[in-house]
């Protein structure tokens, strides 16, 4: 069984900070990263893809991977409160399984006014 | 309509009885997948399909059986099912897997709202 681990939190940041939410993976030949955002009773969202070692940015999220730590993260600059929802990481294996998705159990962020 | 849609958006079923959830996608993608979010336990993917083929079973029980009749649509057909199957089911598409592993990248995956299944 491949994992992704999360913190499940409850992180709680108040609103203008920096939240910070980690990803470590079990199969160190994995290629493809995923954050998804979860409001309560909704669907998963795409908020970004990487691939390459280093940092993504895109808006106020930032998306860093490290493949030698097996590490992804990911940044929320300016958190706002409707960034209050549960975050997903999810990672593919190598090799030839098609359309394999593994996803952690998500880690609950709460941002206060 | 754009997106992944899934209907019903909620369903509550006997042990005895047999449903289907449908999802729809309207992206352009070539690739379904249906997944289950149980609570406290992370999604779980159940099938893939790409250009209508099965690809992925993940050993999931005969009480569920999909349907993907063209790269549009999927099915996914239930019946005996039980109490501990309730749970959110989730629909996702995504671009056509085949090129995406030859780039060595597994494409992004969009999903639809899901359906809120409840078996009594």
């Known amino acids: 069984q491949k994992e992704v681990e999360q913190n499940s939190g409850p992180l709680s940041v108040p609103e203008g900070a920096i939240a910070s939410l980690n990803c470590t993976y079990s199969d160190r030949g994995s290629q493809s990263f995923f954050w998804y955002r979860q409001y309560s009773g909704k669907s998963p969202e795409l908020i970004m893809s990487i691939y390459s070692n280093g940092d993504k940015e895109d808006g106020r999220f930032t998306a860093q991977l490290n493949k030698a730590s097996q590490y992804v993260s990911l940044l929320i600059r300016d958190s706002q409160p409707s960034d209050s929802a549960t975050y997903l990481c999810a990672v593919t294996p190598p090799g030839s399984t098609l359309g394999r998705l593994y996803f952690g159990r998500g880690t609950q962020l709460t941002v206060w006014p | 309509e754009t997106g992944v849609t899934q209907t019903p958006r909620h369903l509550v079923m006997g042990m005895t009885n047999k449903k289907s959830l449908k999802c729809e996608q309207h992206?352009?993608?070539?690739?379904m997948y249906w997944y289950k979010q149980s609570a406290k336990k992370p999604l779980e993917l159940m099938f893939v399909?790409?250009?209508?083929?099965?690809?992925e079973n993940n050993s999931v029980p005969s009480r569920f059986s999909p349907e993907c009749p063209n790269s549009s649509h999927l099915f996914l057909h239930l019946h005996t099912l039980q109490p501990e199957d309730s749970a959110l089911y989730l629909c996702a598409s995504s671009q056509d897997l085949r090129t995406g592993w030859q780039s060595g990248r597994a494409y992004e995956q969009y999903f639809g709202p899901g359906t809120r299944l409840t078996v009594t």
């Open positions: 399909y790409n250009f209508k083929e099965q690809t």
């Open positions: 992206l352009g993608h070539n690739a």
